[in-house]
C-alpha cells in the first residue's frame, strides 16, 4: 500500500462467485425496474432484481420527482389515451415509441394509484391548495401545464422510490443492490439467442454474480458521458445520474439486441462545470412552468401563443388556444417549436433583447398568484429530485423567499447554461432499444422497459412500460422449461472483468472517459459525414486497442467505473455505426449529414435499425407506424389487464 | 488472485463534494452510506464515527444524504462555489448571491 492510501474498507471478495436462480431477472432499480420487478412478483414469478447502486434512492428520480406525465386515464383528463399518444407521435414527426408511450397513456394512471397505496403522496390531503386554479376539488388531484385538458399530475415525488423499494421487498422481490450488471448470457452462449440470464459483479466487494434467469427485464436507462465529461466533477456531467452509464445498452449491443434512433442527439443543456444543476436558476420552463419573467429593469417579458398573440390573462397561459384541443409542456415536449402542440411561451432571448428587454432576466415568482408562487417554489422545486435539497432547501436556508426575491436566469432561459453544438446528449426523446408489443427485444426473453427504449421519457413512462414489461416476462417465462448456462461464456465474461485489476498500466477511468468524448466531439458532433465518421470510428477502435489496455483499477469501486468506461465505448461505437447508417438529413432527429444534406426525404422517413449479427453490423428499416392501430394491439396483446379501481 | 486482495482506495478527497458532514454530531448511523447511488461513502471502520468519503467528485448532487440524516445538522449541503445564484430583493433593490 503506497502511502496516504486507504485500505479497502469492504470485505474483498473477487475470488467469488454467487450464483442466482430465477424466473424473472430484473436489471436496473428505478422506477421501472421496480415496477417491472413489482409486477412480476405479484404474478406469483420468484423475481430478482439487481441494481448498481441503491433501490431506494437509484435512478432518475431517485431522490424526487414533480410531476407525472401522460396521466390520460385519470378521471379529470378530457384527453383520451389515443388523442394524446397521436399527439406524442406526431410532435415528433413520427419518430416516436407509440407502444411505450400508449402504455403509458392508457396504464400510467393506474401505476399512480398503485404507488398511493405503497404509501406515496399523490394528491393534496392536507389541502394546502384548496380553491387553487389547478386543483380538483373532488380528486384533490393538482394538475400542471394544460389546466383545461388535465392529463399531467403535480406530485410529492420524494416519497415515490422509497414506497417502491419497500414494496418490492413486500411483494418478495429479492434485491442485489450494489451490483452492475455486466453482461447478458443467452442459450449456448451465441449471440441473439434465447436470454439465459446476466452476470455482474458486487461493487464493493468484487464478488464475480452469476443470474440465471427464464426471462430478462432490462431497465438502465440510457447512455451517458459520451459527448460530455467532466473529469473533476464525473458525478455532474450529465442531467442524468451519474450511474446511468448505458450498461444495458452496451450489454444487449453486444448480445445482438436491436436498437433504433441511435442517430438522434441534440446539443447538451446540462452538464458539469459548464451548467448550474437543473432548475436551480430563474425560468419559466417544466418544473417552472409559467414563472412569470422580468427584466433587468423589472419589465415583465410577455407571454404569446402560439400565433404569437400576447396572452393578457394569467390563466390563459395554462389554457390551449382558442383554435387547439391541446399543448404539449413538461419533460416529453419537442425540443423544436411544432404548432400544433406549441403552448404558451415567452419569445426567445434574442428576440427580446432585440425589442430592447434588458439583460440579465429574472425569474418573478414575487409577482404570481399565492398558490402558483408556493406550488412552483414550495412543491415542484421541492419534490424535484435535484432540487429538493440542492436548491429548496440550500437557497431557503441562504434567505432566498420567493414572496420578496428576484432569481437570475442563466444560459438560454431554462438550460441553465450555454453549450457548444458539438456538445451533445440523448436527451428528450433519443434512441434505445427496439421492442414489440410484448416489449419484449427481438432476443427471446429479453423485455426492455424505461429509459432503455427507444424514444423514452419520464417517470410515468417508467413505471407503465415497466409494470407492463413484469407481466409479460412472466408470461413468457413460464412457457420455459429449462435452460442452460454457457460456462464459456462465463469464463470469458470473468476474464474480460478481472484481468483490469493489477495491469501495468496506468492509465484511470477518467482518461479514458475524457477520450471518448473528445471523439465523439470531434468525430460525431453538430454535422456528420462518412469520411467523419469512419475516423471516428478508427479512433475510436484504436483507443480501445491501445491505450484501453493500460486502464488499471484498484478496488470494486473503481473497477465498476473502468467497466462502465467499455461500455460507453461500446455506446459510442454503436451511436457512430447509427449515423453511418441513415444516409440522409433529419429535423426530426436532430441530424445533420453535410454529405447527404437532403432533410427528411421520403424515403428516408423510417425507422433505421441496427444490431450486431456474429461480428457484422447488421442495418435494416421499419415503417413509422409498425407497431401498427394503437388501441386494437394494446387489447389484443392485454386482454387479462384490469387496470387499478 | 492473491495480487487482487490488496484493494486500496486513494485518500479521502472532498474537494469538490457538496456536503459538509459534522462529525460532533454524525452518530456513524450509516444511513447517507445505504442510499448514495453513487456510492460515494464508505462505512467507517471505527463504529459510530462518520463515514468515510471516498469518491466526493462522483456525487451526483441530488442530496439523497442530506434527506435521510435522521440527526439535525450532522449532514448539510453545501454549494459549491461555481454554483452560487444571483438573487434580487425586489423591494430594496439589494443583491445577493445563494
Redesign the interface.
Known sequence: ??K???????K?E??KTQTVETDVLVLGGGAAGCFAAISAAQKGAKTVLVE???T????AA???CDHWESAASNPCSRINPEELTDAMILAFGGYNNGISHYIECREGYDRLLDIEKMGAKVRDTEDEFKGADFRDEKTKLLFAYDYYNRYTIRVWG?TFKPALARHCRRVGVRIFD?VMATSLLTQDGHKGRRIAGATGIN??T?KFMVFMAKAVILCTSRPTRLWLFSP?????SEFR???CSGDGHAMAWRAGAEFTMMEKSIQAQWSG?RS??PY??GNNHNTWYACNMVDAE?RQLPWRDRDGRIIEKFSDRFRPSPTQKLFLKGGGEPDSFVYDFAGPDTAPGDELILKGYKL?F?A?L?SLPEMERKVIWGMMVGEE??T???VF???T????NPA?????S?GDGWKSGNFLPQERQLFGLPGGILNDWNLMTNIQGLFAAGDVLFASNCFGHAAATGHYAGRHAVAYARQIQNFTINENQLADERHRI?SL??RKGSLDWRQLNTAVTKIMQNYCGAFKTEELLNTGLKRLRDLRQREAEQMTV????ELMRALEVINIMTNAELVMEACRARKASSQHLDFVRLDFPQTDPPDWRKFVTIKLAGDRIETGSLGLDYYGSLSDNYIKYNKDYKGVK | MAKKQNAVAAPQDESFFPVVIDSKKCTGCNRCVEVCQVDVFATNPKKGRPPLILFGQECWQEGSCVQVCPRKGAIRWQRLPMQRVHCRRKTTGEDFFV
Do not use: C
Not at chain 1, 496516504?4 to 469492504?10: A, I, V
Not at chain 1, 431506494?56 to 435512478?59: E, H, L, P, V
Not at chain 1, 473533476?232 to 455532474?236: A, C, K, T
Not at chain 1, 436556508?397 to 432566498?400: E, K, L, S, W
Open positions: 500500500m503506497s496516504g492510501q486507504l485500505k479497502w474498507p469492504f474483498v473477487w475470488d448498481k447502486g441503491a431506494i434512492a437509484s435512478g431517485g431522490s424526487g420524494s450494489r461493487a464493493r468484487g473533476e466533477l464525473p458525478g455532474i445520474p451519474f450511474q462545470l448550474f444543476p436551480s436558476t423589472g440579465p429574472y418573478d414575487t429530485g435535484k429538493k435539497i440542492p432547501q440550500a437557497y436556508d441562504a434567505g432566498f420578496t426575491d428576484l432569481i437570475q442563466y478481472y485489476f493489477g484498484r478496488n470494486p469501486h
